[in-house]
């Protein structure tokens, strides 16, 4: 059974820095897209950041490029996500998603595993 289990969620000031995880288990998505995905209240799920799989390419959303670093480790088969200069906007549910493509995607159609999510909340 595949499990993606996401950690390191919490409340935090605006201009703080969180790193989010993400372990898989069940499976090796050493060869497959790994991305991040949030929803803030109210709001459809939105695409943040994916890594392929062998970890050289990275694609982010244009609103997190600059403060959002994707990163993965495929021996521990786990994915991060470091946010800096976190802004309230950034509230949200922050989704893991194991992907079935090796490339990068930011179609969310393309991601079949899916774990429970972790909050982020972003105090002004």
């Known amino acids: 059974q595949v499990q993606l289990v996401e950690s390191g969620g919490g409340l935090v000031q605006a201009g703080s820095s969180l790193r989010l995880s993400c372990a898989a288990s069940?499976?090796?998505?050493?060869?497959?897209?790994m991305g991040w995905v949030r929803q803030a209240p109210g709001k459809e799920r939105e695409f943040v950041a994916a890594i392929s799989g062998a970890g050289s390419r990275t694609t982010y959303a244009d609103s997190v490029k600059r403060p959002f670093t994707i990163s993965r480790d495929n021996a521990r088969n786990t994915v991060y996500l470091q946010m800096n200069s976190l802004k309230p906007e950034d509230t949200a549910v922050y989704y893991c998603?194991?992907?079935?493509?090796?490339?990068?995607?930011?179609?969310?159609?393309?991601?079949?595993?899916w774990g429970q999510g972790t909050q982020v909340t972003v105090s002004s």
């Open positions: 069940g499976r090796t998505f050493s060869s497959n897209c």
């Open positions: 998603a194991a992907g079935s493509v090796s490339w990068t995607s930011s179609n969310l159609n393309t991601y079949p595993y």
